[in-house]
Every structure is written in C-alpha cells, then in structure tokens.
C-alpha cells in the first residue's frame, strides 16, 4: 500500500487582498511544498475567523472570499495539487471547537500574545467578541480536524500552534489514544520575511495601516507606491551615509531580489550585500535604488497577474474549485471527528448498547 502523505495545512482570512508579505513569507514557501509533491496541502480561507472581528461586515469577507481565491492561483497554487478549501462549509471544525473550548481557561486565552496585540490594534476596549478571544481554539480545531503535520506560517501564527499543541495534548491525556496529531510551524527561510515592514517603514505591513503593496497592484500602481516610499530620513544627500536597516526599500530586496536581477537591471554591483555597502558608504541615491526595486517586484509580479487575469473571467470554475477542495476538507476532518466523538464517548448511535 501507498504511504498516505503528510498532510500541510494553511489558512487566510479573508478580509481583503494579500500584500507582498504574504508573498514573502507564507504563499512562496506554500508553493514550494506544493511542488515537491511530498504532501497533501489544504489552504483554507477562514471565513469563520475572519467573521470573529466582522460580524457586522459579512459582505466584506464574501468578497474577500474571491480576492483570496484569486491571489491563491495567482501565486502558483494548483488546485489540481493541493485543496482549496472554505471554513465555515466544514461543519466538523465548528463542532471540533465546542469540544476544544473545555480543554482552555479564559486566563489561557488572554495570554495569547498575537491576540493581545491585535485586541490593541483593533481598539475593542472592553468589548472583546468571545468568538474573537477564542478564535486560537477554533485555528487548534482547523489544523487538528485535518491531523496536519505543518503549518507553513509567519512568526505571528507561532502561539497558535502553541495553543494547538496544548490542546492536543490535554485532549490525547484525558480522552485516551493518540487521536490528534501536534503540529509543528514551518517558518520561512529568509529573516526578512518574518513581518515584512510597511512602505511607510513604521510597522507591519498591513491593510489597516494602508501601508501595503498588493499581489494584484498593477504596474503604475506599483511604481507609484514605490516612488513615494519612506527610506532612510537622514540620507538627505546622494553623498550622505545611508541606513539599510529599518528601511523598506533593503527590506524589500532583502525579500525579494537575487544576483539574477543584479545582473539584469543593476550589474554595477554583483549583489544585494554590495549595493548595501554603497549605501552605507554614502554615493548611492535612493532613486536609483527605486528604480532597482520596481524592476525587481514587477519582474516577480508579473506573472502572477497574468495568471490572475486568466481566472479572473470564470467566476463559475472559481466556485467549483472552492467546492471541490471543500468536499475533500469534509471527508478528511468526518474521519477525524467521528474517531473524535467516539474517545469522548459521545457516539451514542453509534455503538452496541
Ligand atoms: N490565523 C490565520 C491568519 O491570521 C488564519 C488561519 C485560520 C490559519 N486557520 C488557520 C492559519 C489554520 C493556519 C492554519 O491569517
């Protein structure tokens, strides 16, 4: 017999487009295991997540819904390889959660850094949704149903998987057997990559922010945004020392540009550490560097949005795709959950009385 694949799961939520740090960091290294053809990979756009925090915008995570699908095949992803897949239509996670949530104290959830720091940046004050407090539960339930080995994630996502490991563990100790597996994170390889600063240099990049470049920005949008990026504020003069540090334009190269492009578009300096050492230096302009980095994402983006635009047209085989990926998720997360019901021993009808 076949050995059965490891089994990859991510996750978005779908509250708007993907910007060039998910690029950097999830989505490539999500093709990437996609093509090695050693596993079986779900990516799963977390409606029900996304609604914790939009409960009153519903409209705003359907067509995020799209946007997502979208950037997922314009990235690389091939349905035919790996399963799209939609939370809220696999009723196994929701029911996956309700028992997960008896294995967590409050006080546990509160201490979740990443929820922590998205409670500030959302400004609920006092009025946290109890769905939105627990929503690490139900990402514990999402990469359990599916008995997923990895989770290919940014550094923010590492207390979920934290969570889930927790929860995997108290459920293995006090229901018996080895039914859920624990997860283990894949990071991304470059240290760029981990929160990809916004083009205003301040923080994260991010759609709240309005700091971001998206996959599906076109090219005179992508120059403009370039063009108008923060740098380094002390490099006034060509001639003055300049700082790579902290500013987005090396970040960005940083993420995305090889020898290759060097060679191509900026062959005075054989890599990205020399024209670095030009800037230190002082001698360098920012422009030029702007004019490098364009050539360089536009380079990388260009295929995706030709790839975008070909599925653009058919939002019927979108659907499909979607559907396809979904029934897969559904059979995968009922072997889980019956096996699931019958360690807690609620599978009354199931069993000889
Ligand atoms: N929390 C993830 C995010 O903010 C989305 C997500 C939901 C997820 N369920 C998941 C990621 C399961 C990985 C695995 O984008």
Redesign the pocket.
């Known amino acids: 017999m076949q050995k059965e694949k490891d089994i990859i799961?991510?996750?978005?939520?779908p509250t708007g487009s993907l910007h060039i740090g998910h690029l950097a960091g999830s989505l490539s290294s999500r093709v990437h295991l996609q093509e090695t053809e050693q596993y079986q990979m779900y990516v799963?756009i977390?409606d029900l997540?996304a609604l914790t925090d939009n409960a009153e915008n519903p409209e705003k995570v359907r067509k995020s819904l799209f946007e997502l699908t979208l950037d997922y095949l314009a990235v690389g992803l091939d349905p035919e390889k790996t399963h799209m897949i939609v939370?809220s239509a696999i009723p196994a996670l929701s029911e996956l959660t309700m028992y997960f949530l008896n294995l967590v104290t409050l006080a546990r959830l509160e201490r979740n850094p990443t929820v922590k720091h998205e409670i500030r940046e959302k400004g609920f004050g006092h009025s946290i949704p109890a769905g939105f407090m627990a929503y690490p539960v139900s990402?514990a339930a999402?990469?359990t149903a599916f008995r997923a080995k990895y989770?290919p994630?940014g550094d923010d996502?590492l207390p979920?998987l934290e969570q889930t490991r927790e929860l995997v563990s108290a459920f293995n100790r006090i229901y018996g057997g080895n039914v859920l597996v624990e997860p283990k994170e894949i990071l991304p390889k470059r240290s760029a990559c981990f929160r990809l600063i916004g083009t205003d240099g301040s923080g994260k990049m991010s759609k709240s922010l309005g700091n971001c470049i998206y996959i599906k920005d076109d090219e005179k949008t992508l120059k403009e945004k370039i063009m108008s990026m923060f740098t380094d504020p002390t490099h006034i003069n060509v001639s003055d020392p300049g700082h790579t540090e902290n500013n987005p334009v090396f970040i960005y190269l940083e993420a995305f540009s090889s020898d290759a492009h060097f060679a191509e578009y900026l062959a005075e300096y054989h890599n990205l550490s020399e024209m670095k050492e030009h800037y230190q230096k002082g001698g360098l302009g920012d422009m030029k560097c702007k004019k490098f980095l364009f050539n360089v994402l536009n380079e990388t983006l260009l295929p995706l949005r030709k790839r975008r635009e070909w599925y653009e047209r058919d939002k019927a085989e979108l659907l499909n795709i979607l559907k396809k990926g979904t029934e897969k998720a559904v059979e995968a997360t009922e072997r889980t959950l019956t096996e699931v019901r019958e360690a807690i021993g609620i599978n009354y009808f199931n069993t000889n009385l």
């Open positions: 799961l991510t996750g978005d939520r799963m977390a997540q939370q990402q999402d990469i989770v994630c996502q979920m």
